[in-house]
Every structure is written in structure tokens, then in C-alpha cells.
């Protein structure tokens, strides 16, 4: 009897000690506390001890250890040996010994060692958990690195107090001493950093030490400033003996859109007399109904600038505002632009910088008729700031067009398509006393094609696509009289080899008889290769003087388009395509090679274009580049840039750097040397060196690379 009434109540006093841990979380809920143990007896004063595989939950908070006191008169638990203290979000705390409140909210832990988003650790000699918000941690050494035996981490934070607020996700430190490889370097008498789980935050973030032939050695230290949860602005001091630079950069995000901008102010001794600057932007936004709004700005001081600092190496800037809307039958975009040139040898005087177009698209299907049916229309107008004569010339025009397009099946899987359109156009010039100032021409249009696809599969489960092609179109009217301003660079791809007018807008069409012939075939596996390759030439009755000469439509009979891509499974890429004269040579070529898998990266490019007067372009154009990547072992990576110029001879930029990475520490190094010289440019070198401690908020992460500890 007495052996039942002493196992009664231990369960009672388990029960009650249980209850003793349960509080409530909401005014409208109640969170039990659990305990695990592989034994709990009760002593003559009344107090619980749970021994053995001890665990304790409560409201999120797991605590693991060997033995658990429970001083029911003083609401206490009192833990002898080791325990680990795990928080909802992850954060684990191991201490020597403890004394906590029932709640495991308040009370010390001795000899804690507090792993904040299991990077950032903090060892102190005691931590006091105030209210479960506030860790209070006493003579502390706090670190990211993985620390081996009695190896010195790379980095490390000595205070002589710290204090973790996880409600606002901070740790304060109170006579901090910042030490590498356990070097005193720095001595601040307090401190503040974010901690791991903290993603934004107003604070100083990363430094960037910069040094530059032109610019000299100098340091840029970025400041963040959060404006609330969607919006924050980044304000970046560099200075150097030769500038003094502010940087900025202002982000929000909204329900239906985003913006940012990016912006800089200098006053350097490049050009002492001139405050350089230059300003970019973008946005987008859904105005609901399928439509968004987009908008752009660039501008800058002088040609010079965006390149000798890095920000940019563009030499026409544009900006502009657009409304769009697509969908499965409807097309609309509008859109006003504004084009600033900052080359030597263009004015912006001269050049249409104020552009303005509207389209708008519309697809039938009309059932009796068949096929398809699309109606467009579209606004186009540019204006020169010049008020001269010809090289201030306005124009503006308006064009309609009305389509119907059909294709049949034939006799022996022959596909038949049938095209037929009319095209109103009317034209405005002012400013130019050479050109008739309105015209209305009506453009009438009929196409006949003839494709053959030939389709097989072979044992392997390749696809394989053969495909012939044949057009015979005509075009009415009469070739165009007015200025050429929009379409004085064309291109002649697979895109628009069955085109009838090859010319990019409406300002002019081309006229008359006009065919074309061509041939495809394309292979298609993605567990081997696929690839392809596209031939054609255009064929016309008369020649088009407006086309220029490396378009390779000059004349009567095109240059012979050739077009081939390839992906490999095995992780490499070729596109290629290219416009051959008569003599098979080269008038026109591009090409991207590339290969990317495992460790290694690598890409090029190769462009090649002949001198021609009618694109403004004087001389040859033979410029190849490279870029590439390559991941050494699990903390260094190498990458490489250069760029080639052919005609010269000579490297027009090159570029490198080598990055260490672990789970505490970034450390990236690289130099760019810039070959470019203009009136307000001069070539560069610029040597870059960027150091992030990782574990905390603004630091980033370093768990992917976390090292472990090996005899």
C-alpha cells in the first residue's frame, strides 16, 4: 500500500510540475510545457528531479540536458551539468550550468557558448536571459569562424559586455576590442551589429578599398538607411587625393511595382572646374488590366565619367517612359524617349533625341474566312534640338496596316501559306528644304510560301527536322524618296528571312518583286546535343539604295546568310551567325562560344563588321572577348576578363580576380585596366579590394562553406 501511494504521488507531483510550466501564451490559449526524462523522483523538501536523457519544451524552446531541479517554492530550475537551450528560430545556446525560472525566459547560464543562426557564436563567462527578449552576456569573445582545437580565429569581437535583443534582432557590445588573428586593431566603446537572422538594417555596411592610376588609392564606405520595410536609401562617401565622391542608390518596393535609382556627384582634379555626375533609374509598375508601366532615366555630365569610375561604360545614354499592354489577341505599346549621345564625334544637336511611338495590334480569327486577321496601327515622330536647315530635319508618321495570313496542308505533308496585306503610310517632314513635306502612299502586298518538313527519329531518340523553304512575294508602290533617319543600320537574319520589307520600321518598305530561298535542319536531344543550321538568300527584282552596304541586302541578290547553333550535354554552347559575299567572305559575323559545368565557367564573343559610310562607321570593326570563372576548391574562386581589339591589335580591356570565402570571412581582390581614350577619358588602371565578415546581418552568410575541424 505504501509502495502505491508513493507512485501516486510522484505522478502527482510530475503532474503538478507541469503544471507549474504552463503558462499562457495568448490571452485566448495556453501552451503546455512537456518533460522527458528517463527517471523523476521527489525529495524530502519537496523539490522534482528529473535525471537522465533530460528534454524540456515549452512554447517553441527546447532545453537538453542530464539533470533538472524543479524548486517548486521559488518557480526555479536549477541544471547541474551541461545543457542546450534551443530557441523557435534556431539560435542555441550551451552553458556549464544553469539557473532558470519555469518559463525558460529568465535566469543565468554559466560558461555559455550562445550560436546565433548557427554561424555567429558568442562565448561569454555568463548569460542572463532576461524575459526570454534579452540575453546579457558577460566577458565575451564573439565570432563566425570555426574555431579548431586552440587554433586564433581569423576574427574576433572581445567586450566586456553584450546584450542580444531578439525582438529587434541586435547585439551591443559594450568596450568592444576587434581583433584578426588575434591582433587588438581596433577599440570602439560601443558597438552595434545585426544579427544572422536580421536581413536590413541602419548601419555601415561593407568598405570597398579602391585604387586607380587616374583616381588614386581611396576607400568607399557604404550606409545603409532603411525606410521602413519597403524602402531603403544607400548613401557611399569615396574619397581619394584626387576626388570626392557621394554615391547613392534609393530603392522602394510597392503593391504593384518597384523603383530605384543610382546616382553619384564628384568633384575630382580630372576636370577641377566641373562637378561630374550622372544618374540612372528604373521602374516598373502594374497598373492592373494587363497594363504595366515602365520607365528609365540616364544621363551624365560628360563622356568620361561613368567609365573612369566604374559605374558604366555606355556612350549613348537613353531615357524614357512606356505603357504596355499584351495579350493573347491585343497589342499595345507607347512609349516617349530621349537619347543623349556623349561620343567625340556626335552632337546631340544633330542627332533625334526626342522620340516618340504608339502601336497598337489586333488579331482575328474570322471563321468563314480562315487563317488570320491582324489590324495596326502606329504613331511614330523624332525631333532635333537644331533649328537648321536639313541637319535639324523633324519628321513624323502615321501607318495602318491590315493583314491576313493562312497555310494549308498539301499533297505529301508540303505546307502551302498564302500572305496578303495593305499598308497606308503618311509621312511629315519639316526642317529640310530637299524633301517634300507630306506624302501618302498606299503599299499593297501578296506572298506565296512553300515549306517541306521532313521529320525522322533515329534509335537513340534523336529528333531530327529537315526543312527546305521557298517565297515568292511582290510588293506595290514605289520606293521611298524621303530621308532615310530610322533605318540606317539593318540586320538580315533567320528571323526576317521571309520578311517582305527587311527594313526595321515603317519609315520606308521595300518594293517590287522580292523571293527568297532557304534551308533548315535541326537535331534535338537533350541527353546528347542539339543544334541546327539556317542558310537563305533574298532575291529582288531591283536594288534598294537605302540599304547599306554591310546589310547584305545592297543588292539585287542578298550575301548568303548561314546561322548555326549547338548545346551539348556535356555543358557546352555555340551560336554563330554570319552574311558571306559572292567570294564567301565574311562581310558581316557574330559568335558565342561557351562552356559552363562543375567548377568552370567560360564564355566568348567575336564580332566582325566591315567599314561602311552609310552606318556612320569609318573603319573595320574585329573585336573577340572572354570572360571566365573558376571555382579552385570550396573557398577560392578565380575569374577573368578580356576584351580584344583586332583591327588595333591590342587589348581594349582586361580584367581579374581571386576571392577567398569561408564560413566568417569574404575576401575578394580584382583589377580592371580600361584602354579607352576619349577628350574626357584617359586609360585606367583600377586595383579593387572588398573585405565582408559574414555571420551577421549585413555580412551575408558563410554556411555553404563552413569548414570542419580535422586532427
Not at 365 to 386: D, I, N, Q
Request: with cysteine; glycine share 10%.
Amino acid at each position: 500500500m505504501n509502495y502505491a501511494v508513493h507512485i501516486l504521488r510522484i505522478l502527482a507531483t510530475s503532474l503538478l510540475f507541469v503544471a507549474m510550466l504552463s503558462v499562457p501564451a495568448r490571452a485566448q490559449d495556453v501552451d503546455a510545457a512537456l518533460l522527458v526524462a528517463d527517471s523523476v523522483m521527489i525529495t524530502e523538501d519537496e523539490r522534482l528531479v528529473a535525471t537522465g536523457n533530460v528534454e524540456a519544451f515549452y512554447d517553441g524552446i527546447r532545453l537538453f540536458t542530464d539533470e533538472i531541479i524543479y524548486d517548486q517554492k521559488r518557480d526555479e530550475l536549477i541544471i547541474k551539468g551541461p545543457v542546450q537551450l534551443t530557441q523557435k528560430n534556431g539560435d542555441v545556446m550551451i552553458a556549464d550550468s544553469a539557473d532558470l525560472d519555469s518559463k525558460l525566459e529568465n535566469g543565468i547560464l554559466r560558461g555559455a557558448r550562445y550560436v546565433l543562426d548557427q554561424e555567429l557564436q558568442i562565448l561569454s563567462a555568463q548569460t542572463d536571459r532576461v524575459e526570454g527578449r534579452h540575453t546579457v552576456l558577460r566577458k565575451v569573445i564573439a565570432t563566425s569562424c570555426q574555431i579548431c582545437g586552440t587554433g586564433i580565429p581569423i576574427w574576433q569581437i572581445r567586450a566586456d559586455r553584450a546584450i542580444h535583443d531578439r525582438k529587434e534582432k541586435q547585439i551591443y557590445f559594450r568596450r568592444a576590442q576587434f581583433r584578426l588573428l588575434g591582433v587588438p586593431v581596433l577599440y570602439l566603446p560601443t558597438m552595434r551589429i545585426p544579427d544572422p537572422s536580421l536581413k536590413r538594417t541602419t548601419g555601415f555596411t561593407i568598405p570597398k578599398f579602391v585604387s586607380n592610376t587616374v583616381l588614386g588609392f581611396g576607400v568607399k564606405v557604404p550606409y545603409f538607411i532603411t525606410l521602413g520595410e519597403h524602402a531603403d536609401v544607400t548613401i557611399t562617401p569615396y574619397v581619394s587625393p584626387v576626388t570626392n565622391t557621394v554615391e547613392l542608390r534609393f530603392r522602394k518596393m510597392f503593391r504593384r511595382g518597384y523603383i530605384e535609382l543610382n546616382g553619384a556627384v564628384s568633384q575630382d582634379t580630372v576636370l577641377p572646374d566641373v562637378q561630374r555626375h550622372y544618374l540612372t533609374g528604373f521602374a516598373r509598375f502594374d497598373l492592373g488590366q494587363g497594363f504595366k508601366l515602365d520607365f528609365d532615366v540616364e544621363t551624365a555630365s560628360d563622356g568620361g565619367y561613368r567609365s573612369l569610375y566604374g559605374y558604366s561604360g555606355k556612350d549613348r545614354l537613353g531615357s524614357g517612359i512606356t505603357l504596355s499592354r499584351v495579350k493573347r489577341d491585343v497589342f499595345f505599346h507607347a512609349e516617349l524617349l530621349n537619347y543623349e549621345t556623349l561620343r567625340d564625334n556626335e552632337s546631340n544637336d544633330t542627332q533625334p533625341t526626342l522620340i516618340g511611338n504608339v502601336t497598337y495590334e489586333r488579331r482575328y480569327r474570322p471563321t468563314r474566312l480562315g487563317g488570320e486577321l491582324r489590324a495596326a496601327l502606329a504613331l511614330h515622330g523624332h525631333k532635333r534640338v537644331s533649328l537648321t536647315d536639313i541637319i535639324g530635319r523633324d519628321m513624323a508618321r502615321i501607318n495602318f496596316d491590315l493583314y491576313w495570313q493562312d497555310e494549308w496542308t498539301v499533297g505529301g505533308g508540303m505546307r502551302f501559306g498564302l500572305l496578303t496585306s495593305l499598308g497606308v503610310d503618311s509621312h511629315t517632314v519639316v526642317q529640310d528644304s530637299t524633301a517634300r513635306g507630306r506624302t501618302v502612299q498606299t503599299t499593297p502586298a501578296i506572298a506565296l510560301t512553300l515549306r517541306y518538313p521532313l521529320h525522322s527519329t533515329s534509335a537513340d531518340g534523336s529528333r531530327y527536322l529537315a526543312e527546305p523553304l521557298a517565297q515568292i512575294g511582290w510588293v506595290g508602290g514605289s520606293p521611298s524618296v524621303l530621308p532615310n533617319d530610322e533605318n540606317i543600320s539593318t540586320d538580315f537574319d533567320e528571323g526576317n528571312l521571309l520578311s517582305l520589307s527587311h527594313f526595321p520600321t515603317k519609315e520606308r518598305r521595300e518594293t517590287g518583286v522580292i523571293g527568297a530561298l532557304g534551308a533548315s535542319w535541326k537535331r534535338f536531344n537533350p541527353e546528347t546535343w542539339s543544334g541546327g543550321v539556317t542558310v537563305g538568300q533574298v532575291f529582288r527584282d531591283t536594288m534598294d539604295p537605302a540599304f547599306s552596304a554591310s546589310s547584305g541586302l545592297k543588292n539585287q541578290t542578298s550575301d548568303t546568310l548561314l546561322a548555326v547553333h549547338y548545346t551539348a550535354a556535356w555543358g557546352g554552347f555555340l551560336q554563330a551567325r554570319g552574311l558571306f559575299d559572292r567570294s564567301f567572305e565574311p562581310v558581316k559575323a557574330e559568335a558565342r562560344v561557351g562552356y559552363a559545368r562543375n567548377k568552370l565557367s567560360v564564355s566568348g564573343t567575336y564580332v566582325q563588321l566591315d567599314a561602311d559610310a552609310d552606318e556612320s562607321r569609318a573603319a573595320s570593326v574585329a573585336e573577340w572577348s572572354l570572360s571566365g570563372t573558376y571555382k579552385i576548391n570550396k573557398h577560392w574562386t578565380t575569374n577573368a576578363d578580356v576584351q580584344y581589339d583586332l583591327i588595333t591589335d591590342r587589348a581594349a580591356k582586361t580584367g581579374g580576380g581571386l576571392t577567398y570565402k569561408n564560413e566568417c570571412v569574404t575576401v575578394g581582390f580584382g583589377v580592371i585596366r580600361s584602354f579607352a581614350r576619349s577628350t574626357t577619358l584617359v586609360p585606367a588602371t583600377t586595383y579593387e579590394l572588398s573585405v565582408s565578415l559574414l555571420g551577421f546581418g549585413t555580412g551575408g552568410s558563410g554556411k555553404s562553406t563552413r569548414r570542419t575541424c580535422r586532427k
